[in-house]
């Protein structure tokens, strides 16, 4: 799109070869052909069923289905239905996941309204919005969506909404001067963008872009470029699976070529298949699925999932379930100011009455509820003539509308900066039966950008029906045309001196980002009826208030927590650079002199020191769409970053998806920017992350206790088996059937209530762990080695004395324990640091619970007939059970010594 901004109406005109009375048909058709229809366009979407297939591309999936062909080998028909819809069950939640990601350029097809009131040949016609092309003359008014990108050229006290697009909170006022060169999108005066809407007055422009060329369109570019990069937690559970899968094969092949040695078969043996090679060829099999985690993707969903839920009790819910664990290593969160931060309402803090200290008023956003102070003295404003006329004015001076619905949810109509003047009469008790009883408003005048004020003209019934004008607006335009101001002695000569202090503390309220409206009065003629621009003169000044978005209550103790956690926040708005200073010191996200930095300061910078820039500083305003990308870009690229991105407008979308973690509004958000992101927050507050990421933090925790305890499992069989091979001789401990078993039904029993431990630590005091660290690394390994060689110690040590009876009862034994050593195991990793006694034996009730029903299992399995003929077990006695409930229990109480002796365990 070219600089139309910067360009007379009539350079404006010659470009676009068109004039105030519009295209004629003709034109437009042709012009329709060159541009193609007013629509934002894709490159097509990928077919469900390539969606759906693209799922079984994973190395777990492959494992899987290794184990699910073994257990058809052996015709365990049960374990193969059980595999494949676990195969499935992923298959299902991964399409869904990536079927909703990639609606987000569809949902801003939403954006573009039907219809549009355009000029062709001089007449005035409503077209459909698809048809519109660059040259033609768009008429607005209030209320209206704006179809296309547009170059103003006649305004009447025009305003837009454009905060889905550049974050801007207030409405834009829309002037036809000509703009520099170079200026920013969201300073652009005389330009309205296809999907914002007309806040107030009416305007008419000529349409400079359509489609794809909109900013709209640039932002749908900027989505769809952007490459889909692998969540956190599947690159690591892919390196899990890859691990695991390396483990069994090799593990196998190192068994079988042992075995092979150890009873002396030859090729010959080999090749004709005899009774001693498939003895070694089984027991190599059973060694290949004592490697393979089969639980393991279902343990990690049930993960996943439980952390999906508690995250969505505290406001934050997930879109893509791996964002639950990938929140755990977030280094760095970039934050949208208003309604995240801030609470997305304009409220009133302070009150300039004239001679007067400043009244500070409590409350917060559009409850009617508030305090008035002067120091530490309580005031009660009606009771004070000078402060009631200020009030009175508030109240009647607007044109704004608060209700509140069934389920107290608070609904703002019109401008909310005048919305603010109702709330601040209301905590005075001025409720609209209050005020209607006393005077009466006869004639509106709306907010004028050029004189920059608005009127009305009142009645007042309790003083004889006299009429005054209000007068409410910028304090300057205000000042300007007052004679006198209003005191508690009463009026007073507006002079010099009163003038230049009143000033003075008006500079201290912006100074503090707040915005002022000067707010005043004048006796009217009995006479009047209306109220015209020239009738606001000779005007007494009531006062001067100061409102402001204030910060959410919680956001100052959140952004403290993130300090504590070693993660770093970063305000990126669209807002000016003073206003999100001094949100920004408010809260405690920067000291007092540290700096902030706009999107032209960035812009003047080199790489380098654009990199350094996003190192150092924490604030950055006015930023455009691409800007916000640009940061998220860098800062991913700076020492292996995990970033998370806040957003709720369409300009966030391109930064929410190429961000580790998109997070989106659910109240204010657009539908762009939730199907751009990860998770969505059901409240639009900051802190609700915070929480988020303590639960994906404790995610992680148990994604790794959780594999670990199955990991264990397949070492301790794995070693058992090798064990076995060289002490005792080539006969199976443990038969492949009776491993599958272990592996999933021992292993699922205790690992899915594993995956349900709270956290115990203070979690959110701990660094962020390393992006680059995997599951199983060396950190746990002494723990895992240790855990699996008790187990398998055990293991052997009844299978060796029960052999003396018979091979079955021996398998019998040795299942026995492998599988309640796996319990008490599961007990220890409840926590790989703490005593398992410290943090509440019975805390994890499902934990405790899942313990004795595999118990129970165990038990049963090894004594119904049924099941002993299909697994092959032996009954040994209930005086033998005991002992080796007994005996397995050695691996809790090493745990316990292991921990005491390596973390000084409590």
Known sequence: MENFYSKKQE?????????EKGLTDKEAETRLEKYGENEIKDEGSVHPLLIFFSQFNNTLIYILIAAALISGFFDKWIDVYVILA?????????????????????????????????????ELREVSAKTLVPGDIVTLKEGDRIPADIRFFKTKDLRTMEASLTGESTPVSKKTVVMTEGTGLADRKNMGYMGTFVAGGKGKGVVVATGDETAFGKIAEDISGIEKQADHFQEKTAVLAKQMGIFAVFGSLIIFSLALFRNRIGLEAIFSLSAEFQEVFLFAIAALVSGIPEGLPAILVIVLAIGANRMANKNAIIRKLPATETLGVTTDIITDKTGTLTQNTMTVREVILPEEETVRVTGEGWNPKGEFYQGEKDVLPLERDNFAKLLHISAICNNAEISHDREEKTKVIGDPTEASLVVLAKKAGLENHVINSIEEKIDDHPFNAKLKYRASLSVLHEKDDRKQIYVVGAPEAVIERSEYVLTAEGKKKLTDERKKELIKRIDSMTDRAMRTLGLAYKTADPAKKEVVDHDAHELVLSGIVGMIDPPRPEVKEAIEKTKKAGI??????????????????????????????SQSDLEELSEKEFEKAIKEVSVFARLTPRMKLKIAKTLQGIDSRVVAMTGDGVNDAPALKKADIGISMGVEGTDVAKEASSIVLADDNFASIVNAIEEGRIVFQNTRQSSTFLITTNFAEHITLASSLIFVGPVLPLLPTQILWLNLVTDGVAGAPLAAEPGHDEILEEKPKNKDENILNLSILPMLISMAIVMTVVTLLAFAYFKEYSIEKARTAAFTVMGITQLFNALNMRSMKKSVFSIGFLKNKYLSIAVLVGLVLQIAVINIPFFQNVFGFESIGWEYILVLIAGSSFVLWFGEVYKKIRYKAS
Do not use: C, W
């Not at 990639?102 to 219809?115: F, R």
């Open 86 to 122: 676990v195969i499935l069950l992923n298959a299902v939640m991964g399409f869904v996941q990536e079927y909703k990601a990639e609606k987000a350029i569809e949902s801003l097809k939403d954006m573009i309204v039907p219809t549009a009131r355009v000029y062709r040949r001089g």
């Open 11 to 19: 350079e404006v005109f010659k470009d676009l070869n068109t004039q």
């Open 568 to 597: 770093r926040v970063i305000m990126a708005t669209g807002d000016h650079k003073g206003t999100a200073r001094a949100i920004a010191r408010e809260i405690g996200l920067i000291e007092e002199d540290d700096e902030a930095l």
